[in-house]
């Protein structure tokens, strides 16, 4: 398959030019118009380009690439590494950020929704034309430890738990990744818990005083949904060969 038809494909699917993002979306570097391998990971690090080196691929698609907003532009050190070895080894790379959070089918807040059986009645976190995270019912509510022990089998780590629900959850928001700062706009929904990944020095005392428990489930564990189902998608479609390979990240 041709790179540029892929592209073209993806910018249309994931409504990328409808998404207000720190980074550019789609096609950050080319390599070869020609497609056979895809391999798909989290974050473009050295790991996951070393490993689709391996494997053949000609192509990497991730959630997290490169050039950032508010990023040192030039190409050295560490990113110049990883960028050098994926021309050197003919290597595109695709990076889909938040359209691989907000998308209906695709996106990584919709399908941990689904895995813990979240009944979805709307979002929150405008970001042009979608909102970013999800809320919704539970389908059968659940105790704090019993959530965070759902969640563990889910993402394969225990998640950090801090806050004050002590019924059960009934009603939760979610918004994968660095999403901490919208605990108070979707406690405001009337949620009794908050799932995201990461967690700051105010977030604790944010969740004790807004009255619901938040659960700090990682980074990383929480976003390799998306990128894995994408990758799957297009396998289906274009019988292309692609390869999901999780670096393990802690954080």
Not at 30 to 50: D, R, W
Not at 51 to 80: L, Q, R, V
Not at 203 to 216: C, M, V
Request: glycine fraction near 12%.
């Amino acid at each position: 398959m041709k790179l540029s038809e892929i592209t073209a494909y993806l910018t249309e699917y994931l409504a990328v030019d409808k998404i207000k993002d720190y980074c550019p979306n789609g096609l950050q570097i080319e390599c070869t118009n020609e497609i056979q391998k895809i391999v798909t990971g989290v974050s473009a690090n050295m790991e996951l380009i070393q490993a689709a080196i391996d494997s053949g691929a000609d192509t990497i698609i991730t959630h997290h690439g490169y050039f950032w907003k508010g990023e040192e532009p030039t190409i050295t050190g560490i990113k110049g590494n990883r960028i050098r070895s994926m021309i050197q080894n003919g290597i595109n790379l695709l990076a889909y950020h938040l359209p691989l959070d907000v998308h209906p089918d695709l996106g990584n807040n919709v399908l941990l929704a689904k895995q813990l059986g979240i009944f979805i009645e709307g979002g929150f976190g405008d970001v042009g034309n979608f909102d970013i995270g999800v809320y919704g019912t539970l389908s059968t509510p659940l105790y704090v430890d019993e959530l965070q022990e759902m969640l563990s089998g889910i993402l394969g780590r225990t998640p950090e738990v801090v806050g004050s629900c002590e019924n059960k959850i009934n009603r939760l928001g979610i918004c994968t990744g660095a999403a901490q700062d919208y605990i108070e706009e979707v406690a405001g929904l009337g949620v009794d818990a908050f799932i995201s990944g990461e967690i700051s020095e105010r977030t604790p005392h944010l969740a004790k005083e807004l009255g619901i428990s938040y659960f700090a489930a990682g980074h990383h564990a929480t976003e390799r949904f998306g990128v894995k189902a994408l990758g799957e998608h297009i396998a289906d479609r274009f019988g292309l060969e692609v390869e999901f390979i999780d670096v393990v990240n802690n954080a």
